[in-house]
């Protein structure tokens, strides 16, 4: 839903399909806000009346100042993950950087996760498990009967 902020304007109800996986994000313009969702990136105009989908996968997102694309950030089938920027306009993603599946974006805290792009738009910032695991076999300090 988008909320007026200091007056009693009513809610209104965005009709996100299957609700945003992340938290949503305004466009620059204000004009759009834009949710990640499992089958790709909805957007909805503020007044709630038009709805598209942008790409077909789960990312994680957020808005240059320019508002022409949106970057997403999101796991492919291979197991990597793709930093990319969808055109606003025409859903096409163009792959910018991709990161090997030994990388995994993801906080311990969902969903706390999010893509933050610094003002210039010129890096991003986000958080990353690393999971390491060994397997210890001691020996010799058990009970001896």
């Not at 809610?11 to 996986?21: D, M, R």
């Amino acid at each position: 839903m988008r909320a007026a902020v200091g007056n009693s304007e009513a809610p209104v109800s965005l009709g996100f399909n299957y609700g945003c996986e992340n938290p949503p994000q305004w466009s620059p313009d204000s004009q759009w806000v834009a949710c990640a969702a499992s089958d790709g990136v909805q957007l909805v105009s503020v007044d709630g009346k038009n709805h598209r989908t942008l790409g077909n996968r789960r990312a994680f997102i957020a808005w240059p100042r320019g508002g022409k694309e949106i970057y997403a950030l999101g796991k492919l089938s291979n197991g990597k993950w793709r930093f990319g920027a969808i055109d606003a306009k025409t859903g096409v993603e163009r792959a910018i950087h991709e990161y090997g599946p030994e990388v995994h974006f993801s906080t311990p805290f969902n969903p706390a996760f999010s893509l933050s792009l610094s003002a210039d738009g010129k890096s991003f910032a986000t958080t990353i498990i690393n999971v390491k695991s060994d397997i210890w076999l001691l020996e010799g300090f058990g009970p001896k009967w």
